[in-house]
């Protein structure tokens, strides 16, 4: 572990930086990608599917979906293209990749 810096009293830095280096760090990323697909999951999917078909992982690019049945799941098949787009849409940038269901 390397040894720990110690903060200068002479020149404070301001919390925005820090933060901003916080939610930069390239381990913090897909936490916050993950973050931001579960709160708007209802948007990506619409209010009344997301209330059959629920996001449960986002891990390496994969969202993992369960289904109320599998009338659902072949339904969340057809729209895969649009669903992956959006959320990407909303992430800016390429990150979902596919769907699985468990």
């Not at 990506?44 to 009338?71: M, N, P």
């Not at 293209?81 to 990749?97: H, M, P, Q, T, Y």
Request: hydrophobic share 45%.
């Amino acid at each position: 572990m390397p040894p720990r810096r110690r903060a200068s009293v002479d020149s404070p830095t301001d919390i925005s930086v820090i933060l901003g280096r916080i939610l930069h760090a390239p381990e913090v990323q897909p936490h916050l990608n993950g973050a931001v697909l579960f709160k708007c999951w209802p948007q990506i999917i619409g209010e009344a599917i997301a209330q059959k078909v629920k996001l449960v992982d986002f891990r390496e690019g994969v969202l993992l979906l369960h289904t109320e049945s599998s009338v659902w799941r072949t339904e969340v098949n057809f729209a895969k293209k649009a669903i992956l787009e959006r959320s990407n849409s909303l992430l800016g940038k390429v990150i979902a990749k596919d769907i699985r269901f468990i």
